[in-house]
C-alpha cells in the first residue's frame, strides 16, 4: 500500500500534532518495517499538496492539522484531502475544531453533560476588580488555543486580581488572543490515549501525570517541563481511580465523535472527581518521550511500532473498502454529483 506522512515545517506552530520531522520520521520507519511502501513529504504550499493528490497514495497520515499559508487562509489537510477523494487519517475538521479552541470542546461536552472545570474567557481590562471575576480565585490562566505547554509557567496560577491582570496581558500581548481561565484542580494530572479498532472497540491507555515542583511549591505541567521530560507518566494502580478517568475519557472521545484516535487530558480536585481539561486530536508521536505512545507502552505494554500499527488499522482499512474516500467524515458529498 502506498502511504503518504505528510507535514510542514512546525517547529513554531502552537498548534498540537505528531511533533517535529525527527518525530515524523520515527512514524515513516515504523509503517516502513509494516512492509508499506511509504513517503515523508513536508508541505509548505498549495502546490506541494497538489503534488500528493497526483501521486494518487492510497493512504494519507496527517501529522499536522493544516497547512498555514502567508496572508492566505490556512489550508485544513482533511478538507483538502477529502474533496481530493483520498483517504486520510483521523478526524475531519468540525471535529478537529475541538482540538484547536479548548472552549468549544468544552461546551460541547458540558453541553452533553461531562463534567469540564469552570471557565471564562478573558482580555486586558475586561474586570476592574476581583468581585467581577466570574469565577473566584485561585484560577489557572491559559492560551485559549495553544498546545505542549506553551504560554504556561508558574504565573498562570493566580490567587491575586494583580497576578490575574498581569498573566492576562502577558498572555494577551503574546499569542494575539483571549485568554482561558479556569477554576484550579489541585488534584492529579491524567491523560488518556484512545484507538478505535476495526471492529468500532477502543483501545485505551490511561496514566497518571506528575509534573515537577516548581519553585512555589506547585505542580505545573508547562511548556518548559514539557522540553525537559522531567515530569514522570506512570501506571494508574488504584483500580477505581483508573476506571472513573477511563470512563470519562471514553464519554469525552465518543461525544467529540472522534475518528481513529486521540488524546484526552483530565485532572481531579481534591476530593478525586474528574474533570475533562482538553483533547489532542492529532497527538505527539516522538519516539521515547510523547504521551501517547509513553501511555501506550506504560498501560498496555505496546511497543512503538504497535501504537503506529493501531493509528493506521482504521486508515488502511477505509484504503482497503469499496467505501469512496469522499464519503469520509469532512467530505463535501456535492462532488458525487458533480464530478
Not at 498501560?299 to 464519503?327: C, Q, W
Amino acid at each position: 500500500m502506498h502511504i503518504e506522512i505528510l507535514t510542514t515545517p512546525n517547529d513554531t506552530l502552537k498548534e498540537s500534532g505528531f511533533g517535529t520531522l525527527k518525530a515524523c520520521t520515527s512514524v515513516f520507519e515504523s509503517i516502513q518495517r509494516m512492509g508499506h511502501n511509504t513517503r515523508l513529504t513536508v508541505c509548505e504550499t498549495k502546490d506541494d499538496l497538489d503534488a500528493v493528490v497526483k501521486r494518487k497514495p492510497d493512504l494519507v497520515v496527517l501529522a499536522v492539522k493544516y497547512i498555514p499559508i502567508n496572508h492566505k487562509d490556512n489550508i485544513w489537510l482533511s478538507d483538502y484531502f477529502a474533496q481530493h477523494r483520498i483517504n486520510y487519517t483521523g478526524s475531519s475538521r468540525d471535529v478537529l475544531k475541538f482540538d484547536s479552541n479548548k472552549v468549544q470542546a468544552k461546551n460541547h461536552l458540558m453541553n452533553k453533560g461531562i463534567q469540564t472545570a469552570k471557565y471564562f474567557i478573558a482580555t486586558p481590562g475586561q474586570y476592574k476588580n476581583k468581585n467581577e471575576l466570574p469565577v473566584k480565585f485561585p484560577l489557572f490562566l491559559k492560551p485559549l488555543d495553544a498546545a505542549n505547554g506553551n504560554g504556561i509557567d508558574d504565573l498562570s496560577f493566580v490567587i491575586s486580581f494583580i497576578g490575574y491582570k498581569n498573566k492576562v496581558s502577558s498572555l494577551y500581548n503574546k499569542f494575539n488572543q483571549a485568554v482561558l481561565a479556569e477554576e484550579y484542580l489541585d488534584g492529579r494530572e491524567f491523560t488518556v490515549a484512545i484507538v478505535k479498532t476495526l471492529d468500532e472497540q477502543l483501545v485505551v491507555s490511561a496514566v497518571e501525570i506528575i509534573p515537577p515542583t516548581t519553585a512555589y511549591g506547585l505542580r505545573i505541567l508547562g511548556a518548559q517541563a514539557k522540553k525537559d521530560d522531567s515530569e514522570f507518566i506512570i501506571k494508574i494502580l488504584d483500580k477505581q481511580v483508573k476506571d472513573r478517568v477511563t470512563a470519562l475519557a471514553i464519554d469525552a472521545f465518543n461525544a467529540l465523535g472522534v475518528t481513529d484516535f486521540g488524546r484526552i487530558d483530565i485532572k481531579t480536585d481534591n476530593r478525586g472527581e474528574c474533570y475533562f481539561m482538553e483533547a489532542n486530536l492529532v497527538p505527539g508521536m516522538t519516539y521515547g518521550s510523547s504521551y501517547f505512545p509513553k501511555a501506550c507502552e506504560i498501560a498496555n505494554g505496546f511497543s512503538y511500532d504497535k501504537v503506529i500499527e493501531l493509528l493506521l488499522a482504521g486508515g488502511i482499512a477505509r484504503a482497503e473498502s469499496t467505501v469512496p474516500p469522499h464519503l469520509y467524515p469532512g467530505s463535501d458529498e456535492k462532488l458525487v454529483t458533480t464530478l
